[in-house]
């Protein structure tokens, strides 16, 4: 089973997830990342990879690793800014789809 992503894990961009999309659910004390949520760069809203387990009505995104949309730096950066993706998840929580 696939790690749940959250608030302040890693993104392959070297960013980190901004959890905008919810504020009431936790694990190990960080807000859990659901579609759409953001990146520390700006923009690279996640594709939630989970396709049945919900948070305030949007899908949850685990590390297995789920895609991203762009961030800001992708122009002119280019690289893993255009095409970020989660890079870390909890240690223990684990998503089963």
């Given at each position: 089973m696939p790690a749940i992503h959250r608030?302040?894990?890693a993104r392959s961009c070297g960013a980190t997830t901004s959890v905008i999309g919810q504020s009431s659910v936790f694990s190990n004390g960080l807000l859990v990342s659901v579609n759409g949520d953001?990146?520390?760069?700006?923009?690279g809203g996640l594709v939630a990879g989970c396709d049945n387990v919900?948070?305030?009505?949007?899908?949850?995104?685990n590390h297995t690793p789920d895609s991203a949309a762009a961030d800001?730096?992708?122009?002119?950066?280019g690289?893993?800014?255009?095409?970020?993706?989660?890079?870390?998840?909890?240690?223990n929580v684990f998503v089963a789809d």
């Open positions: 608030n302040t894990d953001t990146n520390s760069h700006g923009a919900f948070v305030e009505g949007k899908l949850v995104v800001s730096l992708c122009p002119p950066l690289g893993n800014h255009c095409a970020p993706s989660t890079s870390a998840g909890s240690p």
